[in-house]
Nanobody
Framework: QLQLVESGGRSVQAGGSLRLSCAAS????????MAWFRQAPGKEREFVAT????????YGTDSVKGRFIISRDNAKNTVYLQMNNLKPEDTAVYYC????????????WGQGTQVTVSS
């Protein structure tokens, strides 16, 4: 089993920055495609960004493009989400997820970390 533990969430004012981290353990980290999702109160969980196993390919949803950067360090078994110019609508629980290359669905999830952005 691959275990994922997120950290770095906290309260911040609009316009501020945060860096979330997701530490993986239990299995070799490098073969997995990694992603961040988020869930705001009363809303469905939504995709935020993904990164390929070697970091060569990244993709983010339109609402975070130009503000959020996903990256990974396979030597540290960690994936990051750098969030800049935060907005109140970014308030959510942020989840780290992993999937085997070739899988459609993410099959490993962390417990989430809360990000609250105040105006």
């Amino acid at each position: 089993q691959l275990q994922l533990v997120e950290s770095g969430g906290r309260s911040v004012q609009a316009g501020g920055s945060l860096r979330l981290s997701c530490a993986a353990s239990g299995r070799t980290f490098s073969p997995y495609t990694m992603a961040w999702f988020r869930q705001a109160p009363g809303k469905e969980r939504e995709f935020v960004a993904t990164i390929s196993w070697n970091g060569d390919s990244t993709y983010g949803t339109d609402s975070v493009k130009g503000r959020f950067i996903i990256s990974r360090d396979n030597a540290k078994n960690t994936v990051y989400l750098q969030m800049n110019n935060l907005k109140p609508e970014d308030t959510a629980v942020y989840y780290c997820a992993a999937k085997n290359r070739g899988n459609a669905a993410y099959n490993y999830w962390g417990q989430g970390t809360q990000v609250t952005v105040s105006s």
